[in-house]
Structure formats: C-alpha cells, structure tokens
C-alpha cells in the first residue's frame, strides 16, 4: 500500500475527530480519533500524535479514565512503536493496549 495514501487518511481522520471535538460531538470524535490510531500506529509520530488527540478527547469530555490511559499510552507510544504494536488496536483506554484487534472494514484497505 502506498505510505502516502495511509497517511493522507491519517490526517483526514484526524482532522474529522478534531472538528468533532470541537463540536462537543464526542462519540464521532472518538471514532475518528480511533481510526486515525489504527493508521498511524505503525508510525512513532503519528502514532504519538493519535494519542495527545485522545488525551485531549479525555480531557475535553472529562473522562479521567482516559486521561490516565492516554498519558501512559502517550509515553507507550515513543518507547514501543518501533519495537512492537498490536495490530488493529484502537487506542482507547477501553481496549488493552496489548490487544490486537481486527482492522475495521473501511479502513483495510490501507494495509
């Protein structure tokens, strides 16, 4: 697959759970963010950045659960992305971070 296309979906996804954050939309928010986790976690600053967007989704919905998730996964993120992730794994702090997850259908064809 060609790196350009993931990450120009990267951003794309990025870009829509911002705007949905923004909007106070948090479900749509935390999709996006989600999708844009599975894109870039083969990448250590995408990756990093997909979790500072979701500790900022926790932040902004107050969800305390997540802010804990997101600062050790944030720092997971620097030290593991090169070494090993868990394919498909969306990035919340409702799913194990050592978990692999099947790649959601829309994004598959990325990989």
């Known amino acids: 697959m060609d790196n350009h296309l993931l990450k120009n979906e990267f951003d794309y996804q990025l870009k829509?759970?911002?705007?949905?954050?923004?909007?106070?939309d948090f479900k749509t928010s935390f999709y996006h963010l989600e999708n844009a986790h599975v894109l870039g976690q083969k990448h250590i600053i995408r990756h990093t950045i997909s979790?500072?967007?979701m500790l900022n989704f926790g932040i902004k919905s107050r969800n305390s659960k997540e802010i804990i998730g997101q600062v050790t996964r944030i720092i997971a993120s620097v030290?593991?992305?090169l070494i090993w992730v868990p394919k498909g794994n969306t990035?919340?702090?409702n799913i194990s971070p050592i978990k692999q997850i099947p790649i959601r259908k829309e994004l598959q064809k990325y990989f």
């Not at 829509?16 to 106070?24: D, F, S, T, Y």
């Open 16 to 24: 829509l759970g911002k705007i949905a954050l923004k909007e106070n």
């Open 51 to 53: 979790h500072y967007w």
């Open 79 to 81: 030290l593991f992305t």
């Open 91 to 93: 990035g919340g702090s």
